[in-house]
């Protein structure tokens, strides 16, 4: 009678140890399993951003640094250049935006800068004097010259750069789920999709997919302000990429969103960078910028009366400043007061009887 309790006894730790074992082994292989679907998005995200990394002719330092940067631990500068290629069938075109961004990793601060397309300049390969608009930099040299041109024109050195062509733009939109915008105003822009489409935006909060957000960056002829206008719009569309990109949902899809994009983008960023980065920004919102802008006047020059915008040099000196202070760069003296006088706050009021937003 004992022998058959102590076998009955022994069944069941036996039964219980091959449940335990069917338990333990289930959860080795949902971890093995996820561990296995970590380490393919990981190679996922590593391939495709293999892809977009194009290192600058100059390397990875910039002319304007002693040393290259470490971005996790200093601050730095990024450049977000916008191509208009769809006019020239995808090869080397305009640049449609261009924008700064100064980052400072160590308290958590941004500063952004549009710089209108039409600026007059002098490219920084061109040794005349002649001046064209600073979209032109693009056409003549690609990214090195364009990064070059606004070295010069900011006095500040662009550590780091992205250019994203037209499809990207739509494409990385639609792969975060879209962004959310506050529209100033109603309007309506034509498509690029189909040139006969337009597009209605509503003033007050929209949700916009990559079609609409491309439509509501580019228009320019019916924003009061023109150019000021269109460059606030599309500072409003990077901070609310900012804020889609922290969303768990989206670190999550980091693999898909970067295979969606990696034709469209070019960056010297490496992905190693830009995990760095997201840790140290966890919890930055896009409304923790602060945007920056120049001012000046609008000028019409040459036989045709080519429309340039053109910096106040006194206000420009102090945009530089402001921009080399948050990168702990010294500051520099202030230029003479010999700038144009037709000033410009940006409302599209002018002593022209043209108006850029017309152009």
Do not use: W
């Amino acid at each position: 009678m004992a022998q058959r309790v102590k076998v009955r006894i022994r069944k069941k730790k036996n039964k219980k140890k091959r449940i335990f074992k069917r338990i333990l082994v289930l959860f080795l292989l949902l971890f093995i399993c996820l561990g296995g679907f970590a380490v393919y998005k990981i190679v996922n995200t590593l391939q495709a951003a293999d892809k977009t990394y194009d290192e600058l002719e100059r390397g990875e330092k910039s002319k304007l640094r002693d040393a290259v940067v470490d971005i996790k631990k200093k601050p730095f500068s990024v450049l977000f250049v916008g191509i208009e290629d769809y006019a020239t069938s995808g090869d080397r075109g305009r640049s449609d935006s261009l924008i700064v961004a100064t980052i400072n990793p160590q308290d958590k601060t941004m500063k952004m800068l549009s710089i209108p397309r039409d600026t007059r300049v002098q490219l920084a390969s061109d040794t005349t004097q002649n001046k064209v608009k600073i979209n032109a930099a693009y056409a003549q040299g690609g990214k090195d010259e364009t990064i070059d041109t606004v070295e010069q024109f900011l006095n500040i050195p662009i550590d780091k750069y992205a250019t994203v062509d037209f499809d990207g733009f739509k494409d990385v939109i639609d792969e975060v789920g879209g962004i959310d915008i506050d529209v100033p105003f109603d309007f309506n822009e034509k498509s690029d999709v189909k040139k006969t489409k337009k597009i209605y935006f509503k003033k007050g909060n929209m949700h916009l997919n990559g079609e609409e957000a491309l439509a509501y960056a580019r228009m320019r002829k019916q924003d009061p302000r023109g150019d000021f206008g269109r460059n606030d719009r599309q500072k409003q569309i990077l901070q609310a990429m900012i804020d889609q990109m922290s969303k768990p949902n989206n670190i999550a899809n980091v693999d898909n969103i970067a295979k969606e994009v990696s034709d469209h983008i070019s960056t010297n960023f490496r992905i190693t960078e830009g995990l760095a980065l997201q840790q140290i920004y966890s919890g930055f919102k896009g409304a923790d910028t602060e945007t920056l802008s120049i001012k000046g006047s609008d000028l019409y020059s040459g036989p045709n009366r080519t429309y340039f915008f053109e910096p106040d040099q006194i206000q420009l000196a102090e945009v530089q400043n402001e921009l080399r202070t948050h990168l702990n760069l010294p500051v520099e003296s202030a230029p003479g007061t010999d700038s144009q006088t037709n000033f410009s706050d940006g409302t599209g009021e002018t002593n022209y009887p043209d108006s850029p937003a017309t152009q």
